[in-house]
């Protein structure tokens, strides 16, 4: 059985940065893409950053392209979201995701993800 565990999240103010990580146990984590997700109160769970099995392809949505990083450490079994010059609107609930198949590239869409973790709450105030 595939388990995610999130963590990093917290308070930030405007402008700050965090780190989160996602750590993934139960199959070969170097096999399979990842992403992040996140979700607001009262909006649909969107799609924030991916990452490709091999690390070496990335996706982001338009709104934290040139803030956040995604990146993985295969040896760790953990994938990363930095997040620089956070905004308000950046506040919300954040998920790591993993697909059922392997080989894969970033993918944006929310469907072809399988596993999720708890997530782990990010608040930036103003």
């Known amino acids: 059985q595939v388990q995610l565990v999130e963590s990093g999240g917290g308070l930030a103010q405007a402008g700050g940065s965090l780190r989160l990580s996602c750590t993934a146990s139960?199959?070969?984590?170097?096999?399979?893409?990842m992403g992040w997700f996140r979700q607001a109160p009262g909006k649909e769970r969107e799609f924030v950053a991916a990452i490709s099995w091999s690390g070496g392809s990335t996706s982001y949505v338009d709104s934290v392209k040139g803030r956040f990083t995604i990146s993985r450490d295969n040896a760790k079994n953990t994938v990363y979201l930095q997040m620089n010059s956070l905004k308000p609107e950046d506040t919300a609930v954040y998920y790591c995701?993993?697909?059922?198949?392997?080989?894969?590239?970033?993918?944006?869409?929310?469907?072809?993800?399988?596993?999720w973790g708890q997530g782990t709450q990010v608040t930036v105030s103003s």
């Open positions: 995701a993993a697909p059922n198949y392997a080989w894969g590239g970033p993918s944006r869409e929310k469907d072809e993800y399988d596993y």
């Open positions: 139960g199959r070969t984590f170097s096999s399979y893409g």
